[in-house]
């Protein structure tokens, strides 16, 4: 099992930094599976015990100038990695006027993830500072349980606002109440609700769209014998959704949301070489 890659262009560094950053916003701890063309990064908690789950792919050529891994075996040619997403976001920080990253899986004393940071300096000597992060090997056995969810059978898919103004909307709310409704229709209206006691709140987005696959025939049954004025629901933790707010350092070029009435929310984040998936289950 090897895996050893390295970064040269500024540019796909300070990307791949950001996308690491959005990632440690999300999830504690996570998986990093290697393919010979990719990179996921997966938090597989169980949606239906309340978790949320994350699924992150990157093309790895997208990021890296050079990238060499050898899998398990042959046949199972991937490597699967439990880490800390907040120590390789810290090790790149380090990295921002870097003349080169080499990344490099190591077992010295246990498993880990060698950061290796060449720093510009003034002598013809050039500085390298080094992390290690450590990691855990996930068994073969385990793999399946990391793989892609799959979109689930909406009742409404659409497109987000302005995620910026979103962000400041949820901000505002969360002050108030714990839970937020995210309801929106195929007439690509969209409403975020809050009820307490005391108080509701609504703020109301229209013109929004909807994805072409929404209407689509044959592909997702329950979305076509919908009204197209009527709204599906759900409930979600605000501090859930403030997360995925606050956390996004990518800025999509598109961003959308399919929902399930009273089970999940499923959050959509496109960027040219990163897609992001989110799920956030509906509280009862």
């Known amino acids: 099992m090897r895996f050893r890659a390295k970064i040269v262009d500024l540019a796909c560094l300070n990307h791949f930094s950001r996308v690491i950053n959005t990632i440690a916003k999300l999830a504690k701890t996570c998986t990093l599976r290697l393919t010979v063309s990719k990179l996921y990064f997966i938090l597989a908690d169980k949606v239906a015990n309340g978790g949320v789950s994350l699924w992150c792919e990157l093309c790895q050529e997208n990021f890296f100038d050079e990238f060499q891994m050898e899998g398990v075996a042959a046949e199972h040619n991937e490597i699967y990695l439990e880490l800390v997403p907040e120590n390789l976001s810290r090790a790149l920080k380090t990295a921002q006027s870097a003349k080169a990253v080499k990344i490099k899986l190591t077992n010295k004393h246990c498993p880990c993830l060698r950061v290796a940071v060449e720093l510009p300096s003034i002598s013809s000597s050039s500085r390298i500072v080094t992390h290690d992060i450590p990691v855990g090997v996930i068994p073969r056995r385990l793999w399946n349980d990391f793989r892609e969810p799959s979109v689930p059978d909406f009742d409404v898919s659409i497109y987000l606002p302005v995620l910026k103004t979103m962000k400041s909307v949820v901000e505002r709310m969360k002050n108030l109440s714990n839970s937020i409704v995210i309801e929106a229709n195929l007439s690509g209206e969209m409403n975020l609700k809050i009820e307490t006691d005391l108080v509701s709140v ?83």
Not at 228 to 255: C, F, H, W, Y
Request: glycine share 4%.
């Open 202 to 284: 609504t703020t109301h987005f229209k013109d929004l769209g909807n994805p072409p696959w929404a209407l689509e025939d044959g592909c997702q049954s329950s979305a076509q014998d919908r009204d197209l004025e009527s709204m599906a629901e759900a409930r979600i933790d605000i501090k859930k959704l403030q997360q995925l707010l606050a956390g996004q350092q990518v800025n999509p070029t598109k961003a959308l949301c399919n929902i399930v009435s009273k089970r999940i929310v499923h959050f959509i984040l496109l960027h040219e070489d990163v897609s992001l998936q989110y799920f956030i289950p509906a509280l009862a």
